[in-house]
């Protein structure tokens, strides 16, 4: 398997896993992308219920985990370093501390709670670097946050194929976005199963997954 497709699914596993834990553990806070959380901001609003501070308080841990990890690249090619190791390891760094602040904040009754908001702000910060370094130093592969235009992408090709205007490029592209996409459905049921049978130690798998990746850079 080449680096990039092996990078392409394990990324992809990750942000599904990541984002459906999320939306489980924390009232359906959305951590890989910001698009969903506007959406239940603008429903909580609209009909108040529970939960919509900590999906506030994502926002700008999200845009926050973006700004570092743009500073992150600047600094280590200026220094003449390859940032992808750095990135993973600064990933794993939020998603430990989300793991961890979610298991002390167990049973999460009170959305409102400090540790709880943390945890949150802790999930959304983690995949804000994996939205980030899919931009600044993944351009090569697919992105593996958000599968929306990924699967736009995917559509396209597959209606040229079926058409018999498809070319090599058309073909490649093909694998390069359907990987990602399986890998982001297979993680999103994965991180369901997971947290219902091991609550927040269900992350313990993509820390593993990146950790891997960091060594291997």
Same mark, same amino acid.
């Given at each position: 398997?080449?680096?990039?497709?092996?990078?392409?699914?394990?990324?992809?596993? #990750?942000?599904?896993?990541?984002?459906?834990?999320?939306?489980?553990?924390?009232?359906? %806070?959305?951590?890989?992308?910001? #698009?969903?959380?506007?959406?239940?901001?603008?429903?909580? $609003?609209?009909?108040?219920?529970?939960?919509?501070?900590?999906?506030?308080?994502?926002?700008? *841990?999200?845009?926050?985990?973006?700004?570092?990890?743009?500073?992150?690249?600047?600094? /280590?090619?200026?220094?003449?370093?390859? +940032?992808?190791?750095? %990135?993973? *390891?600064?990933?794993?760094?939020? $998603?430990?501390?989300? @793991?961890?602040?979610?298991?002390?904040?167990? +049973?999460?009754?009170?959305?409102? *709670?400090?540790?709880? %908001?943390?945890?949150?702000?802790?999930?959304?910060?983690?995949?804000?670097?994996?939205? *980030?370094?899919?931009? /600044?130093? /993944?351009?090569?592969?697919?992105? #593996?946050?958000? @599968?929306?235009?990924?699967?736009?992408?995917?559509? &396209?090709? !597959?209606?040229?194929? $079926?058409?018999?205007?498809?070319?090599?490029?058309?073909?490649?592209?093909?694998?390069?976005?359907?990987?990602?996409?399986?890998?982001?459905?297979?993680?999103? &049921?994965?991180?369901?199963?997971?947290?219902?049978?091991?609550?927040?130690?269900?992350? !313990?798998? +993509?820390?593993?997954? $990146?950790?891997?990746?960091?060594?291997?850079?």
């Amino acid at each position: 398997m080449s680096q990039n497709r092996a990078l392409g699914i394990g990324l992809g596993f #990750t942000a599904g896993y990541v984002d459906t834990v999320g939306f489980v553990a924390l009232f359906g %806070l959305f951590t890989a992308h910001v #698009t969903g959380n506007f959406v239940l901001i603008g429903s909580e $609003l609209a009909r108040p219920s529970h939960g919509v501070l900590i999906k506030f308080l994502a926002f700008p *841990a999200f845009v926050g985990a973006v700004a570092l990890t743009r500073m992150i690249v600047i600094w /280590l090619e200026r220094s003449g370093k390859a +940032p992808l190791r750095t %990135l993973f *390891a600064v990933q794993v760094s939020f $998603l430990t501390a989300f @793991m961890l602040l979610g298991y002390f904040a167990l +049973p999460i009754q009170d959305t409102e *709670a400090l540790i709880v %908001l943390l945890a949150g702000m802790s999930g959304a910060a983690a995949m804000g670097v994996q939205n *980030a370094a899919s931009r /600044l130093a /993944l351009s090569d592969i697919a992105p #593996t946050t958000v @599968m929306t235009g990924n699967v736009t992408q995917l559509v &396209i090709d !597959l209606v040229d194929i $079926l058409r018999g205007s498809a070319d090599t490029a058309v073909r490649g592209r093909i694998t390069k976005f359907l990987w990602p996409i399986v890998a982001f459905g297979v993680g999103a &049921i994965g991180g369901a199963f997971a947290y219902v049978h091991l609550q927040f130690w269900a992350l !313990l798998l +993509p820390i593993v997954i $990146l950790g891997w990746f960091a060594v291997s850079e």
